[in-house]
C-alpha cells in the first residue's frame, strides 16, 4: 500500500513537500514514482528513485524544481516541489514498481491515492 500525502493550495512560485509512505512490500525491492494528471490531460511521470540505489530520475518538465528523496528506514519517499506553477495544479500519485522496471504507468505495482496540489497565479 502507498499513502500519499502533503498537497494542497500554494500560490506560485511557492513550495510543497509531498510524502508518500509503503506499506505491505520490501522498499528496497522496489522503484517509487510520482505521477501527476491535471484536468482533462494523461496521467505522467515526473519522477522517481529507486529504493535499490537511490538512483533518481526527472521528468523535463520539472527538473530543476522538484527534488526526490527516500527514507528507507521509514519507508518514505518526498518530492520537495518548488518554484511552483499553474501549470503544476494536478493530483499526484505515488506508484511502486519491482525492480528491475521502467518508469510508466503500466509498469507499476501499487498505486495510491492522490494528493491535490493547487497552484494558485
Known amino acids: 500500500q502507498l499513502q500519499a500525502s502533503g498537497g494542497g493550495l500554494v500560490q506560485a512560485g511557492g513550495s510543497l513537500r509531498l510524502s508518500c509512505v509503503a506499506s505491505?512490500?520490501?522498499?528496497?525491492?522496489?522503484?517509487i514514482g510520482w505521477f501527476r494528471q491535471a484536468p482533462g490531460k494523461e496521467r505522467e511521470g515526473i519522477s522517481c528513485?529507486?529504493?535499490?540505489?537511490?538512483?533518481?530520475y526527472y521528468a523535463d518538465s520539472v527538473k530543476g524544481r522538484f527534488t526526490i528523496s527516500s527514507d528507507n528506514a521509514k519507508n518514505t519517499v518526498y518530492l520537495q516541489v518548488n518554484s511552483l506553477k499553474p501549470e503544476d495544479t494536478a493530483v499526484y500519485y505515488c506508484?511502486?514498481?519491482?525492480?528491475?522496471?521502467?518508469?510508466?504507468?503500466?509498469?507499476?505495482?501499487?498505486w495510491g491515492k492522490g494528493t491535490l496540489v493547487t497552484v494558485s497565479s
Open positions: 506508484a511502486a514498481a519491482r525492480i528491475p522496471s521502467y518508469f510508466a504507468r503500466d509498469a507499476m505495482h501499487y
Open positions: 505491505g512490500f520490501t522498499f528496497n525491492d522496489y522503484a
Open positions: 528513485v529507486s529504493g535499490s540505489d537511490g538512483s533518481t
